[in-house]
């Protein structure tokens, strides 16, 4: 006998998606949500739907806008700008979290994750093409690649730094303070404000 609701049970699976939720989370998300439906869902459900017809990723920064504005992220869609540093990350929570440290005041590239065949990840994804566009038209002078110490995001930085060979730009890294593993999002604001001011250098002009 079935005893949970086929939609019901795809409500459970969809949620259980989510970063961090495993099958008993998403069944406690679920019950809490149909408990609360006229509080939660039905405003849950226009956001979501809003969210996924107006929000859209810069095609040249890689950060989320509405449909209907320009970028705002360090007015990235001035082009013809010319500014010093562009620090690449992996995605929104990471720049928020550079932000937050309030040690860095640059321009931010937001990869929207890293190389990788099994999620179809490629440099076209990445806004590769878009990143090295924005080192030749805005005289970029340094890159500092803040990817996470992952398998995934090392390689990353390493394709990233092939990438801007003979680009006459100076390639950084963030090092001291970033453990093995780490992931930026999660990392305490004295960690990542060492990493950043003692970055090491990959390759000069």
Known sequence: MKLIEPILENLISLISRLPGLGPKSARRIALYLLKNKDNLI??????LSKAHSEIL??????????S??????????????SYEQLCIVENIADM?????????????????????????SDPETLLIN???????????????????ATIEGQTTAHYINDSLKGHNVK????????????????LDDGTLFSAFKYRNSISEK
């Open 57 to 66: 990723r810069c095609e040249i920064c890689g950060a989320i806008k509405s």
């Open 171 to 186: 390639i950084t890294k963030l090092a001291h303070g970033l453990p093995v593993g780490s992931e930026i999002e999660y």
């Open 130 to 148: 878009s990143l090295i566009e924005r080192v030749k038209k805005n005289n970029v002078k340094e890159v500092i690649i803040a990817t996470s």
């Open 68 to 81: 209907s504005a320009n970028c705002t992220i360090k007015k990235c869609h001035y082009i013809s700008n």
């Open 96 to 120: 928020w979290a550079m932000e937050a440290t309030n040690i860095y005041k640059g321009h931010y590239h937001i990869l929207g994750g890293t190389l990788s065949a099994l999620n179809g």
């Open 42 to 47: 039905k405003p849950l459900a226009e956001t």
